[in-house]
């Protein structure tokens, strides 16, 4: 039986392969309204509370939600026609919420013991070798949330309001602020008007 020296141990134990953490690409989305038909009409799009009109981040995604209302047949103050009505019937507002974590995640020490007894010529043998592999790796994580509620201008009414909320590795490709933008906008809209109360996921 030929003995494995510790040389040899430890290219095998750094051998194996580490796979690389993932990003959380999946969108939860809720979605409530009164269960009845929602026509599409001339709307308008405002920041919610808490939000600053003039951030770029702001601007990216009102420009989503306009895109994906558009598609619905929904139609802005920019192509609402030629009556030159600036009160569309319809408001929606946009609010963004965004937090971030940070996780630490570090690799098991691996240990390998072998113990041998008697090998040709009686002589005995018995190897340990005890070490930690991977270092400690402190990864950032975004939460983000974009809630949109759509009223009647005339008396206040909601409609319809929905939520989305993903979390990304900040190195991630989904993290990059056009493709996570338009993940939740699109994602919120799918389906629209969507079951009411449901919270589905979106890959």
Do not use: C
Not at 19 to 34: D, E, G, N, S, Y
Not at 47 to 53: A, R
Not at 117 to 127: C, K, P
Not at 159 to 178: H, K, L, M
């Amino acid at each position: 039986m030929r003995l494995m020296t510790p040389a040899i141990l430890i290219a095998l134990a750094l051998a194996v392969p580490i796979a690389p953490a993932t990003a959380a690409t999946r969108v939860k989305v809720t979605r409530f309204h009164l269960g009845t038909p929602i026509s599409p009409a001339p709307i308008s799009i405002q920041t919610g509370v808490g939000n600053d009109p003039q951030s770029l981040e702001q601007q990216q995604f009102a420009t989503a939600v306009a895109a994906e209302l558009d598609r619905l047949g929904f139609t802005h103050p920019a192509n609402a026609g030629s009556d030159g009505d600036s009160s569309p019937p319809l408001l929606a507002t946009v609010t963004v919420k965004r937090e971030s974590r940070e996780e630490t995640a570090a690799n098991k020490p691996l240990t390998i013991g072998i113990g041998g007894g008697g090998y040709g010529g009686n002589v005995g043998g018995g190897i340990g070798v005890g070490f930690g592999i991977g270092k400690r790796a402190t990864r950032t994580f975004y939460t983000t949330e974009l809630a949109v509620q759509i009223r009647r201008r005339a008396d206040g009414g909601a409609i319809w309001e929905g939520r989305a909320v993903i979390e990304v590795n900040a190195r991630s490709r989904d993290a990059q602020p056009d493709i996570l933008v338009n993940k939740l906008a699109q994602a919120l809209f799918r389906g629209f008007p969507g079951e009411s109360g449901r919270t589905i996921t979106v890959k």
